[in-house]
């Protein structure tokens, strides 16, 4: 049974990842940085931040701003990596070989290879989820907020609604399953206005999550390399 409810569902994609290479023990900030910036825009659509702004006054805003920074950057290194370039390129030419038609290939092709990365991390690591919700639980509120406020920031309302579902629902756990996996890529797919996927685009998929899960070892540990 899949265990998301449609409301707050954000596009949750790389979470764990980022969280898995990036995270510092005993830092709630600076962890709850490194998803920050995907979390704004996906709760107030059009939110920018800037990371430019002088924050060492304040240690928690400080702290949050850093892991939006290292999310940034390790974004950039991943995209480029040969091994992410090379997983994509497995997954595109997979779809193109098979009989069924896929809008907008190469663009499912790189959600799907940072959601099975998601996907391989929490199966070989169970508390990862509970981990970074754990972590985001320590989180003052009224820091968040000052953060934002000094971002020129005012939907403060529609943000906590939205981190209060994402807290609340805990639909992170659920990504020990594929068919959690083809369906946050059906739901980011309707967000960009593709058609939903048949039952034989399901299955196909799922093929694909398991033969890039059988990839992924190497990968992860490649990937911490690149990463340093």
Known sequence: ??????????????FLSHYYFDHQEGNPYFNLGLIFPDIVRNFVRGSKLNFTID????????SLQKGCIQHVQSDKIF????GFIE???FATDFMRNSPLNFQKDWFIAHILVELTMDHYLILNNPNLASKLYTDFEIVDTEHIHSFLR???FSKFDLFQMGFDRFMKVRYLESYTEP???????GRICTKM???PFSEEQKQL???IITELNDKMPPMVEDLKVELK
């Open 55 to 62: 924050m060492k006054d304040t240690p928690s805003a400080d």
């Open 1 to 14: 049974m899949l265990c998301f409810i449609h409301k707050a569902y954000i596009c949750p994609v790389n």
């Open 79 to 82: 995209h480029a990596w040969d």
């Open 205 to 207: 998929l799922k093929s």
């Open 150 to 152: 000094r971002n020129d």
């Open 193 to 195: 206005r593709l058609p």
């Open 179 to 185: 068919n959690n996996i083809v369906y946050a890529l």
């Open 87 to 89: 997983a994509m390129d």
